[in-house]
């Protein structure tokens, strides 16, 4: 089979390139997981900290990709859930204990990061961490639902939010335009204001019905009961900081931060940043319940992923694209066309 692989760990502006396409043999699956072939596979800002060492692989070299949407072309003996010809999807979650709290285990095992992912035209994975797909999205519409819409959908759920609270969003990217639908879809009369450093991220936010867009430092019409972040970096920790109603809280949605602007947190002043009762909260990974939630909610609204495609062979440009930021939606990969 096809593959993208990372060979070694380092900087996208010293290495532009950082994954090479290779010839692998097509794994096969346990007894206890299915085979899947790859149709489409989303790119996350997590390969970003993966690549560049913020959360590195145990072991190189590694497929990475964990926003996964194929085929079963092969069952396990042991497999119950799934059949061949089914359409399903993977997420970050490839395996862990199975409990209520799996994101926090010890036995979370990361796809594309602690196993192959999904940047390949053929993946395994245990039963229990793939998921049936809803017919009402295509394959690039579904990609970025595993991670982006669903650790956002956690993200929300960490919010705490009631309907009629008004709920703030800071970075606009894959996660951010997801949870945007979804925050009206939960919460129809709660007032929704983005916050995103390019002017067309703001206007795809308005059109996406948020009720006030502006830049990161701009202050908005209104104080905020709850603020996710979904920046690599400090300075939108510490605005939305600022915009938050006593005793809100701002979500952090970040598997890592960025250290370019690491000198602002110096200027945290607990008597504007924290004081009354004001909370941080981290998202760390998620649930295949969380997805399950997710991805039947989303059906219902049913959610219009916005994504851009990119052929296998173009990982390394969909990386670089994602890292200049300023992206309208998602990217995804197009690995198998049928």
């Given at each position: 089979?096809?593959?993208?692989?990372?060979?070694?760990?380092?900087?996208?502006?010293?290495?532009p390139?950082?994954l090479?396409?290779v010839?692998?043999?097509r794994?096969?699956?346990?007894?206890d997981?299915?085979?899947?072939r790859?149709?489409?596979?989303?790119?996350?800002?997590?390969?970003?900290?993966?690549?560049?060492?913020?959360?590195?692989?145990?072991?190189?070299?590694?497929?990475?990709?964990?926003e996964?949407?194929?085929?079963?072309?092969?069952?396990?003996?042991?497999v119950?859930k799934?059949?061949?010809?089914?359409?399903?999807?993977?997420?970050?979650?490839?395996?862990?204990s199975?409990?209520v709290a799996?994101?926090?285990s010890?036995?979370?095992?990361?796809?594309?990061?602690?196993?192959?992912?999904?940047?390949?035209e053929?993946?395994?994975?245990?039963?229990?961490?793939?998921?049936?797909?809803?017919s009402v999205?295509?394959?690039?519409?579904?990609?970025?639902?595993?991670c982006?819409?669903?650790?956002?959908?956690?993200?929300?759920?960490?919010?705490?939010?009631?309907?009629?609270q008004?709920?703030?969003?800071?970075?606009?990217?894959?996660?951010?335009?997801?949870?945007?639908?979804?925050?009206?879809?939960?919460?129809?009369?709660?007032?929704i204001?983005?916050?995103?450093?390019?002017?067309?991220e703001?206007?795809f936010?308005?059109?996406?019905?948020?009720?006030?867009?502006?830049?990161?430092?701009d202050?908005?019409?209104?104080?905020?009961?709850?603020?996710i972040?979904t920046?690599?970096?400090?300075?939108?920790?510490?605005?939305?900081?600022?915009?938050?109603?006593?005793?809100?809280?701002?979500?952090i949605?970040?598997i890592?931060?960025?250290?370019q602007d690491?000198?602002?947190l110096?200027?945290?002043?607990?008597e504007r940043?924290?004081?009354?009762?004001?909370?941080?909260k981290?998202?760390?990974?998620v649930t295949?319940?969380?997805i399950?939630?997710?991805?039947a909610?989303?059906?219902?609204?049913?959610?219009?992923?916005?994504?851009?495609?990119?052929?296998?062979?173009?990982a390394?440009?969909?990386?670089?694209e994602?890292?200049?930021?300023?992206?309208?939606g998602?990217?995804?990969?197009?690995?198998?066309?049928?």
């Open positions: 089979m096809r593959a993208m692989t990372l060979q070694q760990i380092g900087s996208l502006n010293d290495n390139e950082p090479q396409l010839e692998l043999p794994p096969a699956p346990a007894e997981e299915i085979l899947i790859v149709a489409v596979c989303g790119v996350c800002h997590t390969e970003l900290d993966e690549i560049e060492g913020r959360t590195p692989p145990p072991r190189l070299p590694v497929i990475p990709g964990h996964v949407i194929g085929h079963v072309e092969e069952v396990g003996t042991a119950r799934h059949k061949v010809g089914d359409r399903v999807g993977v997420g970050w979650i490839f395996r862990s199975g409990g799996e994101n926090l010890r036995e979370f095992v990361a796809t594309g990061r602690d196993v192959n992912g999904g940047y390949a053929y993946m395994t994975v245990h039963e229990r961490y793939a998921y049936a797909i809803p999205f295509s394959d690039a519409e579904a990609a970025p639902l595993l982006a819409g669903g650790v956002g959908y956690r993200a929300l759920k960490l919010a705490e939010l009631e309907d009629g008004p709920l703030g969003l800071t970075g606009f990217g894959g996660s951010g335009h997801l949870v945007l639908q979804l925050a009206r879809h939960l919460y129809p009369t709660s007032a204001c983005v916050f995103a450093r390019s002017a067309a703001r206007e936010a308005l059109e996406l019905g948020a009720t006030w867009a502006g830049d990161t430092e202050e908005p019409p209104l104080k905020l009961q709850a603020i972040d920046t690599p970096a400090w300075k939108p920790v510490l605005e939305a900081l600022k915009n938050l109603e006593p005793g809100g809280r701002l979500v949605n970040a890592r931060k960025e250290s690491n000198h602002l110096a200027e945290l002043s607990y940043h924290l004081w009354m009762e004001k909370e941080i981290t998202v760390a990974n295949a319940r969380d399950e939630q997710f991805l909610i989303a059906a219902q609204i049913p959610m219009k992923p916005e994504v851009r495609t990119f052929p296998l062979g173009e390394n440009l969909a990386l670089q994602l890292r200049k930021g300023h992206l309208r998602a990217n995804v990969l197009i690995i198998n066309s049928n």
